[in-house]
C-alpha cells in the first residue's frame, strides 16, 4: 500500500493554526475513511514573537521563526510543511532555501482554485502586511488573474479586526458586518470573487454570507496537504 505522507504544519496565530488543522483531522476521513487523517504534527512560536517582527518589519526574524519551527517538525519525520497564515508568507522565499522539508504555498495553492475556477478578478482580504506586499499579488498574476485591494481607510479597520479581534478569538456582528461592505465593495468595483486572505477570516466570512465567491485560503491549504499526503 502507498504510504500516506505525515503533515508538518509549521504555525503561528491560534485560531488559523486549529481550523487547518481541524479540517485536515475531519475531511481526512473523506478520504481515508471513518475517524481517518494523516499524521499531524504542528509546532508553534509564541504569536507575540511573530507580531514583534512583523511590527519592524524584520523578515528575517520571521523566518528565523519559520525555520526553528520547520525544524522541529523535521526532526518529528513529517515529509512536507505547510503554514496556515497568508501574513508570515512574506518571509517564504527567506525560508525555502533553507528549509529542511519541502512546503506548500498558500497563496499558490489560492491563485491556482482561482484559475481552476476561472475567476477573473479578485479582491484579496488581509492584513495590510499582506495586502500591501507581494505574496498574493505575484502569485495571482502568474496565473493571468487580476486583483484588487480595499482602499487605505478599509485595510487600516480589517487590519485592526485580524489583530484585536480575529486572533484573540473575539467574533462581532459588527466585524462582520463591516466585512461584508467590503466585499460588496470590492464587488461593485468589478471583482468576481474575494480572497479570505487572513487564515481567520473564514470564522466570520463563509460562501453562505458573503457577496462574492469566496477562495477560502485555510481550508484550501489543509484540502491541498490533504491531497498531496495521500496521493
Avoid at 514583534?52 to 515529509?79: F, T
Avoid at 529542511?100 to 488581509?126: D, M, Q, S
Wanted: aromatic letters at 8%; proline letters at 4%; charged letters at 25%.
Amino acid at each position: 500500500m502507498k504510504k500516506v505522507k505525515h503533515i508538518g504544519i509549521v504555525g503561528c496565530s491560534a485560531e488559523g493554526a486549529a481550523l487547518c488543522y481541524r479540517t485536515i483531522c475531519v475531511q481526512g476521513a473523506d478520504l481515508k475513511g471513518e475517524y481517518s487523517h494523516p499524521e499531524v504534527t504542528m509546532n508553534t512560536h509564541s504569536f507575540g514573537e511573530y507580531v514583534k517582527h512583523i511590527r519592524a518589519g524584520n523578515w528575517y526574524g520571521v523566518a528565523g521563526l519559520m525555520l526553528s519551527s520547520a525544524e522541529k517538525v523535521a526532526k518529528a519525520r513529517a515529509d512536507f510543511l505547510i503554514c496556515p497564515d497568508n501574513t508570515i508568507h512574506y518571509a517564504f522565499d527567506l525560508v525555502a532555501e533553507k528549509s529542511p522539508l519541502p512546503w506548500l504555498h498558500i497563496a499558490e495553492i489560492v491563485a491556482a482554485e482561482a484559475k481552476r475556477r476561472n475567476f477573473k478578478y479578485v479582491g484579496v482580504l488581509g492584513t495590510q502586511y499582506l495586502i500591501e506586499g507581494p505574496v498574493y499579488s505575484a502569485k495571482l498574476s502568474a496565473v493571468g488573474i487580476k486583483h484588487l485591494i480595499p482602499e487605505a481607510d478599509e485595510r487600516k479597520r480589517i487590519n485592526h479586526i485580524i489583530f484585536d479581534e480575529l486572533v484573540n478569538s473575539h467574533f462581532t456582528d459588527k466585524s462582520h458586518a463591516y466585512l461584508v461592505g467590503g466585499i460588496s465593495r470590492l464587488k461593485g468595483k468589478g471583482c468576481d470573487a474575494v480572497v479570505l486572505g487572513c487564515t481567520e477570516i473564514p470564522l466570520l466570512i463563509t460562501e453562505e454570507n458573503s457577496p462574492l465567491p469566496t477562495l477560502d485560503s485555510t481550508r484550501l491549504l489543509a484540502k491541498a496537504a490533504l491531497i498531496k499526503a495521500t496521493r
